[in-house]
């Protein structure tokens, strides 16, 4: 498959075990923000998103989690399995949902 | 099956030979945008199309040209290659309406790119 990074910040958690990514976005106008999933050799998957005016949201076994004070957003996922092993990116999306920026990335390593 | 599809898949070209990357989408989205992805640098966007015939630069647009003649279809042209451009490209699609509280982009599975 395409390999989508070299040097990635990588998180290794133990199947079962719950995982946090986190993720810190530039610019304090952006009011819409989304987690994405990428394996590899495949596009960019939806997760989850949130906008500004919510600090929480949860799907099913995520939670994202969005502090505007510092600028931070995070993503929870309960129970880890090993088909959560890819690479996750968040994005900001600023100018009414025209612009969207990506972080560099985190790879999620889920060992059996 | 709703999906957006990318071709070609792989292209191995050379500094100058103007190529083209369709993208087309099954979904009657009117925001289409292209990205580029590189190791280290996530994925950054060079063109996007809020609908037809209503295009704009994204972060990266030099380089690259894009045409967004019916709703479906969002093609990529670079006229004029060079070796800076090689990278993994992706094409998305989302209902693109700014009312819309939410708002999924669907992503091609990507084209390799090497211009030598």
């Known amino acids: 498959g395409e390999s989508v990074g070299l040097h990635l910040p990588t998180l290794s958690v133990q199947e079962g075990d719950n995982s946090i990514i986190n993720c810190a976005y530039s610019n304090s106008a952006s009011d819409y923000f989304i987690w994405y999933k990428q394996e590899s050799g495949k596009g960019p998957q939806f997760i989850i998103d949130i906008r500004s005016n919510m600090d929480k949201r949860q799907g099913q076994r995520v939670t994202v989690l969005l502090n505007k004070t510092v600028k931070h957003l995070s993503l929870q996922i309960a129970a880890t399995q090993p088909g959560d092993s890819a690479v996750y990116f968040c994005a900001e999306n600023i100018d009414n949902f025209n612009k969207f920026y990506f972080g560099s990335g985190t790879k999620l390593n889920v060992k059996p | 099956e709703a999906q957006v599809t990318q071709n070609p898949r792989y292209l191995i070209t050379v500094t100058g030979k103007k190529l083209t990357v369709t993208c087309s989408q099954n979904m009657n989205h009117e925001y289409m945008s292209w990205y580029r992805q590189d190791p280290g640098l996530g994925l950054r966007q060079i063109y996007y199309s809020m609908n037809v015939e209503v295009t704009d630069k994204g972060d990266v647009p030099e380089g690259y040209k894009v045409s967004r003649k019916e709703k479906r279809n969002f093609p990529l042209i670079l006229e004029s290659p060079s070796p800076n451009q090689t990278s993994l490209y992706f094409c998305?699609?989302?209902?693109?309406?700014?009312?819309?509280?939410?708002?999924?982009?669907?992503f091609g599975p990507g084209t390799r790119l090497t211009v030598l």
């Open positions: 998305a699609s989302s209902l693109g309406l700014a009312a819309q509280t939410y708002n999924e982009q669907f």
